[in-house]
């Protein structure tokens, strides 16, 4: 990958930028080169030698807008795509987008709307489409988003417990959920509700077609949050996308198979020969 690129990985629903640091440390090893939240730029170092590598989060991207609407997740981008694009459009050169789960469909957004600030497209456990329209639809496995809504007005701790419980169902790790949720309830409740929401309308399975730019897709085999044929959707409507499913990953594959996943995104990086 060229020195000169720029690399933005963005965490998920009820995540912060510390989510993704597991796999930050395996793309990156040496002095980080990361940027938490766009507050500094260093000088990357490892496997991709990227100048710029930013971490951030849905929930960062929401604090970021103008607007707490903004849930469109179609033919309008949403508030989370429209305050990254300010952000990426600041940079001199287009980024690679790394995304998970919520923070995949953005980066999808981002592709979808605006493909000049777009280089290539990692996303890992995600989906076009969060919330399908019937029953009829058994390709994503959703949340009970609705119940998640009032539980958390009722009972936050344990709607979020439940939901990491969800997100680590292979790996088991008590201490990796107990830090998730830590972190998750520092964040603001009113953008966690304003995620929830923003998943049950998001359907961008007819423009995947618009998504022009080299794309991995990364999924868990046993993922309990999107099941993994949703990435399979992905792969059919992202020409020339390439896939990698993991055959025990769940939902948390940054946090618990980074050493699988690196790699894979590693190759991916590194097939990119345009000068940027």
């Not at 597991?22 to 030698?49: C, H, I, T, Y």
Request: glycine fraction near 8%; include cysteine; proline fraction near 6%.
């Amino acid at each position: 990958m060229n020195a000169s690129a720029c690399v933005t990985l963005i965490a998920g629903w009820a995540q912060t930028e510390q989510a993704l640091a597991p796999l930050v440390e395996k793309l990156f090893p040496g002095p980080s080169p990361v940027a938490p939240d766009w507050e500094r730029e260093a000088e990357g170092q490892g496997a991709g030698n990227a100048s710029s590598v930013t971490m951030t989060s849905v929930s960062s991207l929401l604090s970021a807008s103008a607007s707490d609407g903004g849930f469109a997740g179609g033919s309008v981008p949403s508030a989370y795509a429209v305050a990254l694009a300010s952000r990426l459009a600041r940079q001199k050169h287009p980024t690679i987008l790394v995304g998970w789960s919520m923070g995949g469909i953005v980066a999808l957004e981002m592709a979808i709307h605006f493909p000049e600030l777009v280089r290539r497209l990692v996303l890992i456990s995600s989906c076009a489409l969060f919330c399908p329209p019937s029953t009829d639809h058994h390709e994503v496995q959703s949340l009970p988003v609705r119940a998640m809504i009032l539980g958390l007005h009722r009972d936050r701790d344990e709607t979020l417990r439940r939901f990491f419980s969800l997100v680590h169902s292979e790996s088991g790790s008590a201490a990796q959920m107990a830090e998730d949720l830590h972190q998750a309830l520092r964040l603001d409740p009113d953008h966690l509700v304003h995620g929830l929401r923003y998943i049950q309308m998001v359907d961008l399975r007819s423009r995947l077609s618009k998504v022009r730019v080299p794309t991995l897709i990364a999924h868990g085999r046993k993922d309990r949050v999107i099941t993994w044929q949703a990435s399979r959707l992905l792969q059919a409507g992202i020409g020339g996308s390439d896939l990698l499913l993991v055959d025990e990953g769940d939902h948390g594959l940054v946090a618990t198979s980074p050493g699988i996943l690196a790699p894979a995104i590693v190759r991916f990086f590194n097939a990119d020969p345009r000068p940027v």
